[in-house]
């Protein structure tokens, strides 16, 4: 049960489930593992560009394209920008859900000497239908400015750790893919082969039931697409 909300990591007594960048926001096609976009680091957001309404129109498309996703976090790469952002509605192990955006992140973990990793299973939207087991920290904090540029520091454990570095993750061209053995790597991509058509028709049909078609075909990224743990 969830027992609060964080906005921009500061507490407010209530927020509604469909958050309000995501009401003002279009559904966008949610790119796939393989894509070059993917593959590479996303640039620093400028500072000529915060601030504008290009930025907060691709924010709140985010936000939207997240929510039909069904997922907890979504990196701008997802949606084919390049950009150092990424947007989350993510619960903690506490039941606190979180919801914000960041932009150029920089992510803080503990000290290898005080750290605790936790393998727990993990998804991607841009790898649809698949989850996999994968070991993050319990605790992470993401440094960085919100759209207009003013100073955010967003904490996190448990659940909500694991979406932030899952993430930043993506802002540096990985997928969670990259962090697997060759022979889980297979498996995942094999999952992903055998659910996405699934996941693609769902994504699809929620986006209808919204009066919002998804934007230049199926919609993914990291996201809550088999039994277990939600992915990011």
Known sequence: ?????????????????????????????????????????????????????????????????????????LAANQVGV???????DCPDDRGIRHVGHIVNPVLDQPDPGSRRLVDDVEGCLSVPGAVMGVPRTDRAVARGVDKDGNPLVIEGTGYFARCLQHESDHLVGHTYLDRLSMRDRKDALRQMADRCAE???????KAAGL????????????GRNAPGPPGR
Do not use: K, N, W
């Not at 927020?15 to 996303?42: D, F, Q």
């Open 211 to 222: 009066g919002r078609p998804a934007g230049g075909g199926e919609t993914g990224g990291p």
């Open 82 to 88: 390049g950009l150092r952002l990424f947007v989350y």
């Open 199 to 205: 996941v693609f028709a769902r994504r699809e049909v």
């Open 1 to 73: 049960m969830t027992v609060g909300v964080r906005v921009q990591g500061r507490p407010v007594d209530s927020y509604p489930a469909l958050p309000p960048e995501a009401e003002r926001g279009s559904v966008r096609r949610v790119t796939v593992v393989g894509e070059e976009v993917l593959g590479r680091p996303c640039r620093e957001v400028t500072a000529a560009e915060l601030g504008t309404a290009e930025l907060s129109a691709l924010i709140d498309d985010m936000f939207l394209t997240m929510h039909v996703a069904d997922g907890a976090g």
